[in-house]
């Protein structure tokens, strides 16, 4: 029975990284969509990545305690140092946006955020079953679908920076706002590639438990 306990604690756990990261990606597409209105989230975001940080602190130690495990040791880790990716790269955005005084948003920022919080709530429900990887259909189903929010980010970004260098204005002035949310994007964009880093590590777990 010991053991059984053991091994449910690293779900327990992941799934709590679950919900703190959807409450993370909730406040970060709210600052996001309403900014410069929505500023006092940039400060909250910090609050989310210190939990996350909390989160794999908690999965390590337990790790470093527990003689069995439900999967991988190094699953394990990678799982949570991939997740921790995803919180890190959306208050990296929430500091630039500080950062480079930017005065507004951007109907591409509001698209990568909008694809970035429906990636982190496929994340969750993906954790929430995992707990019956070996048997349940849905964990792959949501690690893929993860992929394919990722794949249209991507167009999203590709287009975004389009925009960003053939705009007919970009004068002297504008230059730095170009930089700026180069930069920006980028960021936004490294988010949805950390939401695909933790699918993939799912993904590789049901595949080798196949």
């Not at 990606?25 to 909250?44: Q, R």
């Not at 799982?79 to 208050?91: H, Q, R, V």
């Not at 980028?186 to 799912?202: F, I, Q, W, Y």
């Amino acid at each position: 029975m010991a053991h059984a306990k053991k091994e449910d604690v690293f779900y327990t756990l992941f799934k709590q990284f679950g919900d703190e990261l959807v409450s993370a990606a909730e406040d970060y597409d709210k600052l996001i969509n309403s900014f410069p209105e929505t500023d006092s989230l940039i400060p909250i975001m910090k609050l989310h990545e210190d939990r996350c940080d909390e989160c794999v602190k908690q999965i390590m130690q337990e790790l470093y305690s527990s003689f069995i495990t439900p999967f991988d040791r190094n699953d394990i880790s990678e799982l949570a140092l991939k997740l921790d990716d995803i919180c890190d790269s959306m208050s990296g955005v929430a500091i630039r946006l500080n950062l480079f005084n930017t005065s507004g948003t951007n109907s591409n920022a509001r698209q990568l955020a909008d694809l970035a919080l429906a990636a982190v709530r496929e994340v969750k429900e993906m954790l929430d079953h995992l707990p019956e990887y070996k048997k349940d259909p849905e964990v792959m189903r949501k690690a893929i679908s993860i992929g394919h929010i990722e794949d249209e980010g991507d167009a999203v970004y590709e287009s975004a920076l389009y925009g960003l260098f053939h705009s007919e204005s970009i004068d002297d002035a504008r230059r730095g706002h170009v930089v700026a949310w180069l930069r920006i994007f980028d960021r936004m964009e490294g988010t949805l590639d950390a939401c695909d880093h933790a699918a993939g590590v799912v993904r590789s777990i049901v595949m080798k438990s196949a």
